[in-house]
T-cell receptor, first 116, second 109 residues
Framework: GAVVSQHPSRVICKSGTSVKIECRSLDFQATTMFWYRQFPKKSLMLMAT?????????EQGVEKDKFLINHASLTLSTLTVTSAHPEDSSFYICSAWIAEGYNEQFFGPGTRLTVL | GQNIDQPTEMTATEGAIVQINCTYQTSGFNGLFWYQQHAGEAPTFLSYNVLDGLEEKGRFSSFLSRSKGYSYLLLKELQMKDSASYLCAPLDSNYQLIWGAGTKLIIKP
């Protein structure tokens, strides 16, 4: 099956710093990537939809200036959490979607962000 | 609005069978996924139903009734490693997955 990687898997940073999370589709080209965050014992919350070569579409309530998304190629999307604060601590998961008849999203392993 | 309804938690015995029900309301429908999620990990794909009926895949089967907005996941011959959360996620008209909180399944020896 299709493989999606995320890096880093865990990151601890100080409040006020920025953190970049990479999401890569390893053996396929993803026209669309999704970024989710998940709080403990809660459902996944879609943050934004990212299409290669265009601006990301953010869900209501997600600050686009705080969560910068760049989908520079068909295999790479990045999420940068700018000026991170402790309330940004969460589990961030990306997924990649192959268009052309496939409805399945392939999930990365997730990134655990802890902001001190 | 869009809504997913699953039991919060279920308990079953190793070797037994368990059925996890899901009812949903979405804006449009393009199929329904079931995912398994272990604590601290990303979801992993279990099944996808787009037509009514039962899809069987090894120990796991998934059923869909579009007219009733209803699906279930059936797990047979339960193993301890099946202890996880099970997420029912329909795909809406925009091909976005709609997530509920999932069902935490606890398997006891």
């Amino acid at each position: 099956g299709a493989v999606v990687s995320q890096h880093p898997s865990r990151v601890i940073c100080k409040s006020g710093t920025s953190v970049k999370i990479e999401c890569r589709s390893l053996d396929f080209q993803a026209t669309t990537m999704f970024w989710y965050r998940q709080f403990p014992k809660k459902s996944l919350m879609l943050m934004a939809t990212s299409n290669e070569g265009s601006k990301a579409t953010y869900e209501q309530g997600v600050e686009k200036d705080k969560f910068l998304i760049n989908h520079a190629s068909l295999t790479l999307s990045t999420l940068t959490v700018t000026s991170a604060h402790p309330e940004d601590s969460s589990f961030y998961i990306c997924s990649a979607w192959i268009a052309e008849g496939y409805n399945e999203q392939f999930f990365g392993p997730g990134t655990r962000l802890t902001v001190l | 609005g869009q809504n997913i309804d699953q039991p919060t938690e279920m308990t079953a015995t190793e070797g037994a069978i368990v059925q996890i029900n899901c009812t949903y309301q979405t804006s449009g429908f393009n199929g329904l996924f079931w995912y398994q999620q272990h604590a601290g990990e990303a979801p992993t794909f279990l099944s996808y139903n787009v037509l009514d009926g039962l899809e069987e895949k090894g120990r796991f089967s998934s059923f869909l009734s579009r007219s009733k907005g209803y699906s279930y996941l059936l797990l047979k011959e339960l193993q301890m490693k099946d202890s996880a959360s099970y997420l029912c996620a329909p795909l809406d008209s925009n091909y976005q997955l709609i997530w509920g909180a999932g069902t935490k399944l606890i398997i006891k020896p």
